[in-house]
Nanobody, 124 residues
């Protein structure tokens, strides 16, 4: 059974930084795409960033480009999201996701595995 467990969320002031981690168990990633999504209250789940496990190719939501960095550590079977220059608009529950056959990295329906989420709150 595949499990994704996020950590690293919390409360931070506007302009601050957080680093989210996602540790996977039950699966060794190879051709998978791993991603971060987020969901704010009353809004739909939104793509944030993705990385191809084997090729290290990344994609980002336009509004986080230059501020967020997605990375992975194969030895630790872990995914990370470094978030800098945070704004209140970044406040949401952040979810880690993984999929083997992801036809569109921006679409949540292609990801088979999801974590339980970690709350990020940015105060103004």
């Amino acid at each position: 059974q595949v499990q994704l467990v996020e950590s690293g969320g919390g409360l931070v002031q506007s302009g601050g930084s957080l680093r989210l981690s996602c540790t996977a168990s039950g699966r060794t990633f190879s051709d998978d795409i791993l991603a971060w999504f987020r969901q704010a209250p009353g809004k739909e789940r939104e793509f944030v960033a993705a990385i191809s496990w084997s090729w290290d190719i990344t994609n980002y939501l336009d509004s986080v480009k230059g501020r967020f960095t997605i990375s992975r550590d194969a030895a630790k079977n872990s995914l990370y999201l470094q978030m800098n220059s945070l704004t209140p608009e970044d406040s949401a529950i952040y979810y880690c996701a993984a999929g083997e056959t992801v036809l569109d990295v921006f679409q949540s329906r292609y990801y088979s595995y999801w974590g339980q989420g970690t709350q990020v709150t940015v105060s103004s």
